[in-house]
Nanobody
Framework: QVQLVESGGGLVQAGGSLRLSCAASGRTFSNYAMAWFRQAPGKEREFVAAINWSGFSTYYADSVKGRFTISRDNAKNTVYLQMNSLKPEDTAVYYC???????????????????WGQGTQVTVSS
Protein backbone atom coordinates (compact mmCIF):
# COMPACT_ATOMS: atom_id res chain seq x y z
CA GLN A 1 0.00 0.00 0.00
CA VAL A 2 1.02 3.58 -0.66
CA GLN A 3 -0.35 6.41 1.43
CA LEU A 4 -0.55 9.84 -0.17
CA VAL A 5 -1.14 13.03 1.82
CA GLU A 6 -1.62 16.35 0.03
CA SER A 7 -0.99 19.77 1.55
CA GLY A 8 -0.57 23.38 0.48
CA GLY A 9 -4.06 24.19 -0.69
CA GLY A 10 -5.84 27.39 0.26
CA LEU A 11 -7.42 30.60 -0.92
CA VAL A 12 -5.55 32.81 -3.37
CA GLN A 13 -6.43 35.72 -5.62
CA ALA A 14 -6.44 35.37 -9.38
CA GLY A 15 -2.93 35.78 -10.73
CA GLY A 16 -1.39 34.41 -7.57
CA SER A 17 0.59 31.26 -6.88
CA LEU A 18 0.39 28.18 -4.69
CA ARG A 19 2.60 25.14 -4.28
CA LEU A 20 0.96 21.83 -3.48
CA SER A 21 2.88 18.98 -1.90
CA CYS A 22 2.10 15.29 -1.75
CA ALA A 23 4.00 13.15 0.74
CA ALA A 24 4.11 9.43 0.03
CA SER A 25 4.77 6.56 2.39
CA GLY A 26 4.51 2.81 2.46
CA ARG A 27 6.43 1.69 -0.63
CA THR A 28 9.54 2.75 -2.54
CA PHE A 29 8.57 6.17 -3.85
CA SER A 30 10.92 6.09 -6.83
CA ASN A 31 9.09 3.02 -8.18
CA TYR A 32 6.07 5.17 -8.95
CA ALA A 33 5.03 7.67 -11.54
CA MET A 34 3.14 10.46 -9.83
CA ALA A 35 0.32 12.69 -11.00
CA TRP A 36 -2.04 15.45 -9.99
CA PHE A 37 -5.75 15.52 -10.78
CA ARG A 38 -8.47 18.00 -9.83
CA GLN A 39 -12.22 17.99 -9.45
CA ALA A 40 -14.33 21.13 -9.49
CA PRO A 41 -17.85 21.19 -8.03
CA GLY A 42 -20.30 19.44 -10.33
CA LYS A 43 -17.57 18.28 -12.70
CA GLU A 44 -15.69 15.06 -13.28
CA ARG A 45 -12.16 14.63 -12.01
CA GLU A 46 -9.64 15.72 -14.63
CA PHE A 47 -5.96 15.11 -15.21
CA VAL A 48 -3.58 17.99 -14.48
CA ALA A 49 0.03 16.78 -14.69
CA ALA A 50 2.24 13.71 -14.34
CA ILE A 51 5.91 12.95 -13.80
CA ASN A 52 7.84 9.74 -14.30
CA TRP A 53 9.89 8.02 -11.62
CA SER A 54 13.10 9.94 -12.33
CA GLY A 55 11.54 13.33 -12.89
CA PHE A 56 12.97 13.63 -16.40
CA SER A 57 9.64 13.21 -18.15
CA THR A 58 6.56 15.30 -17.47
CA TYR A 59 3.14 15.61 -19.06
CA TYR A 60 0.53 18.37 -18.68
CA ALA A 61 -3.08 19.06 -19.51
CA ASP A 62 -3.39 21.83 -22.08
CA SER A 63 -5.34 23.95 -19.61
CA VAL A 64 -2.36 24.27 -17.25
CA LYS A 65 0.60 24.07 -19.63
CA GLY A 66 2.96 26.99 -19.10
CA ARG A 67 1.41 27.87 -15.73
CA PHE A 68 1.84 24.73 -13.61
CA THR A 69 5.02 22.74 -12.98
CA ILE A 70 5.19 19.25 -11.52
CA SER A 71 8.38 18.08 -9.82
CA ARG A 72 9.51 15.45 -7.36
CA ASP A 73 12.14 14.87 -4.70
CA ASN A 74 12.73 11.14 -4.33
CA ALA A 75 14.90 11.68 -1.26
CA LYS A 76 11.92 13.29 0.47
CA ASN A 77 9.25 10.98 -1.01
CA THR A 78 7.37 14.06 -2.16
CA VAL A 79 5.86 15.34 -5.38
CA TYR A 80 5.04 19.01 -5.91
CA LEU A 81 2.74 21.07 -8.08
CA GLN A 82 3.79 24.69 -8.49
CA MET A 83 0.80 26.67 -9.71
CA ASN A 84 1.34 30.17 -11.09
CA SER A 85 -0.97 32.68 -12.77
CA LEU A 86 -3.93 31.04 -11.12
CA LYS A 87 -7.40 31.59 -12.53
CA PRO A 88 -10.84 31.21 -10.92
CA GLU A 89 -11.42 28.17 -13.15
CA ASP A 90 -8.51 26.44 -11.38
CA THR A 91 -10.69 26.23 -8.26
CA ALA A 92 -11.04 22.56 -7.36
CA VAL A 93 -10.04 19.82 -4.98
CA TYR A 94 -6.58 18.68 -6.09
CA TYR A 95 -5.67 15.01 -5.74
CA CYS A 96 -2.31 13.29 -5.80
CA UNK A 97 -2.05 9.91 -7.54
CA UNK A 98 0.54 7.16 -7.94
CA UNK A 99 1.02 4.30 -10.37
CA UNK A 100 3.92 2.04 -11.23
CA UNK A 101 3.36 2.67 -14.95
CA UNK A 102 3.94 6.18 -16.33
CA UNK A 103 1.93 5.10 -19.34
CA UNK A 104 -1.16 5.25 -17.17
CA UNK A 105 -0.87 9.04 -17.43
CA UNK A 106 0.94 9.62 -20.72
CA UNK A 107 -1.63 7.40 -22.48
CA UNK A 108 -4.62 8.81 -20.58
CA UNK A 109 -5.54 5.48 -18.98
CA UNK A 110 -6.30 7.18 -15.67
CA UNK A 111 -8.68 4.51 -14.40
CA UNK A 112 -5.64 2.28 -13.92
CA UNK A 113 -4.23 4.53 -11.17
CA UNK A 114 -3.11 2.44 -8.21
CA UNK A 115 -3.36 4.97 -5.37
CA TRP A 116 -5.11 8.25 -4.62
CA GLY A 117 -4.74 10.85 -1.93
CA GLN A 118 -7.62 12.48 -0.06
CA GLY A 119 -7.30 15.85 -1.78
CA THR A 120 -6.62 19.45 -0.86
CA GLN A 121 -8.89 22.39 -1.68
CA VAL A 122 -7.65 25.21 -3.91
CA THR A 123 -9.87 28.26 -4.25
CA VAL A 124 -9.00 31.12 -6.61
CA SER A 125 -10.98 34.31 -6.13
CA SER A 126 -11.55 36.80 -8.94
Amino acid sequence: QVQLVESGGGLVQAGGSLRLSCAASGRTFSNYAMAWFRQAPGKEREFVAAINWSGFSTYYADSVKGRFTISRDNAKNTVYLQMNSLKPEDTAVYYCAADTDYGTYSSSRYDRTDYWGQGTQVTVSS
